[in-house]
């Protein structure tokens, strides 16, 4: 049986540490958060990440539009916020409006508060090996996790399934710099079942219940389940077939429980991070 991978507890632990070491500082780094939009779960998710902050000793200050917001209104918001010395890490919740150009406005965000890592330098900075990037909080947190298993990754076969700018590419961009193999796959891909069979590590998020079956995976393979999905029932798992794939991986994350709280365990160190970057400590 495969050993689960406890993120909430590892979360957990990070965000202790960050509260002491944010009491060591005598600091309250400042992070912006900017909501657009009338989408009842972000409202919800935006809500959370202020309360994680609260709880480390981040101050968090909301921004607020609704639907008909214009580009213009929040590319000046970005410049302002770019501007106050007081604001170390800017946040923009997406997705954002339709109409709204998120790339656009992404990279409008000074590299130094681009806490959420999706600006093109910061993005530079993780394809040339720097240890200076900020890193998306979610391939970041699966990073984490999957070195907590002591494995070790030089020249292992690791899969990445999905492509996305936010998850899927930083994700295989951190496992070849860990000098990973390292195969990416995504929605055209033709015989997913081989790649996954050859696979020492899996990294799955697709957004697909279930994608992965037991019998895709080698016998001993980590597993790392970013989806959050719901089944036919409406019961929330992830990518992968938890319950049978327990009995054929070493390591494997729950979903919920896994990748989820590290991710915001790892937003919450970036903006720490940042505020060290800007005072140079
Ligand atoms: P996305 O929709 O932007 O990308 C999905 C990727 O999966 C695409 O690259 C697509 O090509 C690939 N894909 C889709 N169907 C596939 C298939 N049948 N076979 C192979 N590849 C396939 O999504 P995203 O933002 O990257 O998020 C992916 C999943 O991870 C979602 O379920 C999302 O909710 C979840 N997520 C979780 C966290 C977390 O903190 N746990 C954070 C971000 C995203």
Known sequence: MATIIDGKKTALEIRNDLKEKIARLKIFPKLAVVLAGDDEASKIYVKNKQKAAFEVGI?????????????GQLETLIDDLNNDADVNGILIHLPLPKHINAQKLLNKVCPLKDVDGFHPFNIGLLQNGDINATIAA?????????????????????LVIGRSNIVGKPMSMLLLNENCTVTIAHSKTSDL?????????????TGCPRLVKADWLKKGAVVIDVGICRDESGKLCGDVDFDKALEVASYITPVPGGVGPMTIAMLLENVVDAYLKQHQQ
Do not use: M
Request: contains cysteine; hydrophobic residues 40%.
């Open 59 to 71: 101050e968090t200050i909301l921004y607020t539009f609704d639907n008909v917001v214009t580009q």
């Open 138 to 158: 979610t391939p970041k947190g699966v990073l984490r996790l999957i070195k907590q298993t002591k494995i070790d990754l030089v020249g292992k076969n690791a």
């Open 193 to 205: 079942r081989s790649l996954c069979q050859n696979a020492d590590i899996v990294v799955s998020a």
